[in-house]
């Protein structure tokens, strides 16, 4: 149910500090289920405060059903409204209807506040699988198919039907299903620690990553994928324990995005809480880093949804990883991901050996450089909030005893020329103010430029 949420200190102080286990990160989850519910309870009532009764009334009748199922089956509602593409969804609901064209009879608008039917009828069809909401929903398809959130999709010939269920067979309109794709997973089990994955590969919603989502992956792209998430599980369970205990918590989809050979894509919404997208195919040891760098981002992002970290200002700042510079916001973000990544490296060089340890040893050296940059470069910048500073001290306490750690002489030179090149190339494309040494000084810019390298890992 909605409520008021806060972090108790002890809580906080672990998350600040780039952590954050089972129970800190279940508490991040209740916040978000709060949001998600005000989310599509806003959803309904601007789209009644912008439309005509004739166009709401199935809205209308969607959030009811998804009332009762939530007294009486909360388990099932929460699944349904805590799938990270449902919160997606709300808030593409809540921009398109600020638009002055809300008002406007378009298909595309009908399908897309339509969709709450389905949300809907997941949750009771997960609530009842026998029964289901017995032809009192109507569900809308988007290119042909009916989604389904947490279930899969089902064929659907019209625009739009009512769907029920007799003895778990779906019918709509009286027929039964003639096609249906469930979601897959991939799962894994390591030192008594347990994960499941969604594979998102089908939500009409799921398009709120930087990169194109993939088309339906094969079964052999799914053994793939399953394969190393297995791979890559162990190793977080068996050695990154700090950051896997949280994961297992509340990370529940991925969504396969395009992406070259050899090329590893991920990315974070702050819309999709839950979610992350990433190249399907990517080996166990990348896989592994990007599942904390990217669950990183969901923890600090449901932080910033009960405590303001910074305030909002047109300064910029160079973020050591990136060549646009970037608002304070965006560099904390950065910074708290990246603290993920240096910590992944300093212990896999303590387990990795020939090629792979040295690159785990430059990979960390270059990671604990950037994000010390980026924790001076915040605390120069006068933009953080109370609650903002105790985040970048904290961060800064775990960092800080990293520097005593040594790192073999050749993979330090490696990672030295990393990092003054990373300066050079910056400074070059940004102005003779990237050429400044770290300490948080902001840089006039107009317009920021793309980096296309954000979130690979090489």
């Known amino acids: 149910m909605i409520g008021t949420h806060r972090l108790d200190a002890a ?83 809540l921009l398109w209807l600020r638009r002055p064209e809300a008002g406007s009879t378009a298909p595309d608008a009908d399908r897309l506040l339509g969709h709450l039917g389905s949300i809907a009828a997941a949750a009771a069809l997960r609530a009842d699988p026998e029964h289901g909401p017995a032809d009192r929903i109507e569900v809308r398809a988007v290119d042909g198919w009916v989604y389904l959130p947490t279930l899969g999709r089902v064929r659907l010939s019209g625009d739009a039907g009512r769907i ?5 067979q779906w019918r709509i309109d009286g027929r039964p299903i003639s096609r249906r794709e469930a979601n897959r997973v991939c799962s894994a089990t390591a030192a008594g620690l ?41 190793r977080l369970a068996a050695a990154h324990r700090a950051y896997a205990a949280g994961l297992s918590e509340a990370l529940s989809t ?72 970037r608002p304070v916001g965006a560099l904390l973000q950065g910074a708290y991901a990246h603290l993920g990544i240096a910590d992944f490296w300093r212990i896999r060089r303590q387990t990795a050996a020939g090629e792979e340890q040295d690159r785990a040893q430059a990979e960390f050296a270059v990671h604990r450089a950037h994000v010390t940059e980026a924790i001076d470069t915040l605390r120069a910048s006068g933009e953080l909030t109370p609650d903002g500073e105790r985040v970048v001290g904290a961060m800064a306490g775990t960092v800080e005893p990293w520097w005593r750690e040594d790192v073999p002489a050749d993979a330090a030179r490696r990672a030295a ?37 954000e979130h690979e890992i090489t």
């Open 417 to 453: 020329e990393r990092v003054r090149s990373g300066r050079r190339t910056w400074a070059e494309r940004n102005g003779a103010a990237g050429a400044a040494e770290p300490g948080g000084q902001a840089v006039d810019v107009g317009k920021t430029t793309r980096n296309e390298r």
């Open 254 to 325: 991925v969504v396969p995005v395009v992406a070259g050979p050899g090329v590893s894509l991920s990315s974070s919404s702050r819309y999709a809480f839950g979610g992350i997208a990433l190249a399907p195919a990517m080996g166990p040891t990348t896989l592994a880093v990007t599942l904390i760098h990217e669950f990183q981002h969901n923890k600090l992002g449901a932080v910033q949804d009960i405590t303001k970290l910074s305030e909002r200002s047109a300064a910029r700042y160079r973020a050591p990883w990136r060549l646009d510079p």
């Open 164 to 168: 029920a269920s007799t003895g778990r």
């Open 194 to 234: 347990s994960a499941t994955l969604a594979i998102e590969d089908v939500d009409p919603y799921r398009d709120v990553h930087r990169w194109e989502p993939t088309a339906r992956l094969t079964t052999h792209q799914v053994s793939l994928l399953q394969r190393n998430f297995v791979n890559a599980w162990g």
């Open 11 to 93: 809580m906080f102080g672990e998350l600040a500090s780039g952590y954050g286990g089972s129970e800190a990160v279940a508490a991040l989850a209740r916040a978000q289920e709060s949001r998600r519910l005000l989310q599509v309870y806003a959803v309904v009532a601007a789209a009644r405060e912008r439309l005509p009764s004739s166009r709401t009334a199935r809205l209308v009748d969607a959030l009811d059903l998804l009332a009762q199922i939530q007294r009486t089956a909360p388990e099932a509602a929460r699944t349904v409204l805590m799938h990270p593409y449902t919160g997606a969804w709300a808030m593409r609901c």
